[in-house]
């Protein structure tokens, strides 16, 4: 696998955007590439890539102790489309070092776990990274001409008398994550729908591996339906229950919540009360508010919603 790296280009977006953020100019400290200070001498020490990994030499840990006022820890994560750019105390980061893990040399390494708004040192679990900006690369637009093929299957005209599956609900969460331009993936790839074949209205044939820690992947993989962002991040993960125990689909998304991904339950209404009750049990109360249900009527409003656009 091809790894992004962290060019001198991409540096240049990340210090230009600091410096507005900042409102100051910001100097490299040579010969690092990692350091700079700014115009008050407060250092940023700057990691990027696409890895969650990075890394630190003796000499560079050692020079950051010759600046006594608080600095930023700069971690900036590289995608296909976008630069994410974290930052967090650098203070708190050059006072555990000791907790980094160590090279041969006498560098140090620490890995970051990223969240929906930012990232923290697996190492350092109290050093937390805000989020500050999003820089996009130039010419990086969507590619839209999915929607018209989309737009004629999504306005099929169903017989209100025909029962739904649980394959054509499927189906409706795949074609509306699909119009709203998610990346969707089912398991259930060779079920048949009114809409088609689940397989074939899907974006994914396997779930993207890049953006999600290996030890979730057996678990997303099951889910009924999940939506993934451009990078291939999942954001919304959706259990539909229709003949099925609603326990069974709370404990998987349960187990991927961590993700700080979106967690539906979708039924009949009359499952709702069964729905509250079992967030009141062990482990679901933990992150009921994380929990939504959705009837199949809501999701018919959301489906003719969107095929109204």
């Avoid at 650098?90 to 930012?118: A, P, R, W, Y």
């Avoid at 820089?135 to 018209?148: G, R, V, Y």
């Avoid at 398991?187 to 591996?209: F, N, T």
């Avoid at 009949?268 to 069964?274: D, F, I, P, R, V």
Wanted: glycine residues 4%; charged residues 30%; aromatic residues 10%.
């Amino acid at each position: 696998m091809k790894v992004e790296k962290f060019t001198d280009a991409d540096r240049r977006l990340v210090l230009e955007e600091l410096e507005k953020i900042q409102k100051t100019k910001l100097t490299q400290v040579k010969p690092s590439r990692k350091l700079f200070v700014d115009e008050n001498k407060i250092p940023f020490l700057i990691f990027g890539g696409k890895e969650d990994w990075h890394g630190l030499t003796k000499n560079g840990m050692k020079d950051l102790h010759n600046y006594n006022k608080e600095g930023a820890l700069v971690v900036v994560k590289k995608f296909k489309t976008k630069l994410e750019v974290c930052v967090g105390s650098l203070s708190v980061f050059i006072s555990n070092k000791e907790k980094l893990s160590k090279t041969k040399s006498g560098g140090f390494q620490f890995h970051c776990i990223t969240t929906e708004d930012g990232l923290y040192v697996e190492e350092i679990p109290d050093l937390y990274c805000n989020k500050v900006a999003e820089i996009f690369f130039p010419n990086q637009k969507k590619d839209l001409s999915h929607l018209k093929k989309i737009a004629k299957i999504i306005n099929i005209e169903v017989n209100d008398e025909t029962p739904l599956t649980h394959s054509d609900i499927q189906a409706k969460l795949i074609l509306i994550g699909s119009y709203l331009n998610y990346r969707t993936y089912t398991p259930d790839r060779g079920k048949q729908s009114i809409y088609g074949i689940l397989g074939d209205l899907c974006s994914e044939k396997e779930v993207p591996k890049d953006s999600i820690p290996a030890v979730s992947i057996d678990t997303v993989k099951f889910i009924d339906v999940i939506w993934f962002d451009e990078e291939g991040y999942p954001t919304h993960a959706f259990e539909v229950e229709h003949s099925t125990d609603i326990t069974k689909g709370l404990l998987r998304l349960y187990q991927v919540h961590k993700l700080r991904i979106k967690l539906y339950i979708i039924a009949e209404e009359k499952n709702k009360s069964k729905f509250e009750r079992e967030l009141q049990k062990n482990p679901f109360h933990k992150i009921k508010q994380e929990y939504v249900f959705k009837n199949y009527q809501e999701l018919d409003e959301f489906f003719e919603s969107v095929k109204k656009r």
